[in-house]
């Protein structure tokens, strides 16, 4: 995952040459994306790429800081992901800061000659740290006193490179914080990236030691704005599409699509063509909500195509949900072709690009991690924009949000005007219906039984005036039966559960608690409305370790 490189004077989101750039390489963490994240809420650009990637393609996005994050590996192990040879000449040659997170530390310290072991006393979870003196990494106030962080390691720093400097120890005594000021090498231990508002169990301070760190001692400025983004894509989409050329836009009806078409229909005009394709997968009524919404809201021009003949067919017995995703991106793409090759006897001119609305996390969930004998972090699943699509595709891809986070989409969405109604839609996985049908979605009318208890449950949330404290909610049809009884007689009929998370980007979430009553009214509403269904459960499961959605 290599960003392209643009002109030196970029500021968007995939920039060259640009002394703001903070750049994470990942070496498997599962809160890497969260260093991502913290640090653009600082209003700095923060880009993640693989730990492994070369030292060409890392000094040609020109970083001004580079962040090594954590990971599950050992630096002992055979095969350990470590950073390009002659990565470290390079950052002391070109004045760039380096700051190594947990096993990121622990490289830097081993790679320079100190010793890494495994640690006498292992740390996991909450732990105190006592800060010793004015450092680098700690500003005046955080001098002399202690702070609750986020530690997972069993390996310790026991002896460091000449040169370096403990600054911060954990209260059972190992090294949690280093630096050496003279070659710009920074170390911490724990997680200052994993933090939540008024928490106490992670690192509450950690946002204030990535500012000071950042601003303060890297000299970077707070200068990163979403109007950046919204100008560097206008340029790069207008330099990526000649003047005579046509665009395809597969849109969903959700947050990313809208605003991804939205923007390169101000980049391209009516040179984009719109497409919405019923797929078979859709939720209740979706066809008929989301093309009335295009017409009145939008005014975007749009094609539905029903192709959900088609899709159904294809997946008519399968049941492995990584062969339903790819299977679905295939037919997609299908679909556009022909829709260009229609457009083309209308245009006399055939597109050559779609449109995609990809955002970061569908890119960091569908790349293998460093380690694992692929490259990068360790794919969850494939997502259709990215793992889904076949290697023969003619269309070529414009993918304007793929370095964006849904908050983020969000933001430019507001800038580009798009209703607030589209804006604040819960996300929709573009497999559809697919991934919360457990097993072969053709079988029985298990579409249709998920479709009427999906709508019961979200319009119970939107009247009980819960729908926008919600990241995302939905029903999940599973492959089971249980035994109930419904009218004095017994019955054998289909279990459901539902599933509402609270998140920031979809890439952690923690389930939604729900007042006793709505959930009793709720599947009351479920029961006796849906036949065919006897038992509703809850799904109360964070991510990790599930993921958001069930398959």
Known sequence: ??????????NGVSPGGNSNLV?????????????????RQLSVLSLCVSGTNSLDSIAKLNPRVVILS???????????????????????????????????????????????????????????????????LYGAEAAGGHQVVWMSHGDEAVKLPEGFTVVARSLQGSVAAIENRSRRLYGLQYHPEVYGDNDVTHSPRGMETLRHFLLDVCGIS????MQDVLEEEVKVIKGMVGPDEHVICALSGGVDSTVAATLVHKAIGDRLHCVFVDNGLLRYKERERVMST????????????????????KLKGVKDPEMKRKIIGHEFICIFDQFATELEKILGNKPTFLVQGTLYPDVIESCPPPGSGMTH????????????????MKLKLIEPLKFLFKDEVRKLGCILNVPESFLKRHPFPGPGLAVRVLGDVTEGNALEILRQVDEIFIQAIKEAGL??????????????????????????SHVVALRAITSEDGMTADWYYFDHKFLIDVVRKICNNVRG????????????????EWE
Not at 1 to 10: G, L
Not at 294 to 313: M, R
């Open 294 to 313: 295009f017409e009145s809201e939008l005014h975007l021009p749009v094609t539905c195509v029903d192709a959900s003949e088609q899709f159904l067919n």
């Open 533 to 548: 269904v006897n038992r509703v459960c809850q799904d109360i499961t964070s991510k990790p370790p599930a993921t958001v």
């Open 23 to 39: 750049l994470i390489l990942d070496y498997g963490s599962q809160y890497t994306h969260l260093i991502t994240r913290r640090i």
């Open 70 to 136: 954590g990971g599950p590996h050992s630096v002992h192990a055979p095969g350990a992901p470590s950073f390009p040879d002659g990565f470290l000449e390079y950052a002391e040659e070109n004045g760039v800061f380096v700051l190594g997170i947990c096993y990121g530390m622990q490289l830097i310290v081993q790679k320079l000659g100190g010793v890494v072991d495994v640690g006498e006393k292992q740390e996991y979870g909450k732990m105190e740290i006592a800060v010793e003196g004015e450092w680098g």
């Open 1 to 10: 995952m290599e960003p392209v490189v643009k002109s030196k004077a970029s």
């Open 377 to 392: 972090s360790h794919t969850i699943k494939s997502h259709h924009n990215v793992g889904g699509l076949p290697k023969d």
């Open 222 to 225: 707070a200068d990163w704005k």
């Open 467 to 492: 729908y926008d404290s919600i990241w995302q909610a939905f029903a999940v049809f599973l492959p089971v039966q249980s035994v109930g009884v419904q009218g004095d007689q017994r019955t054998h």
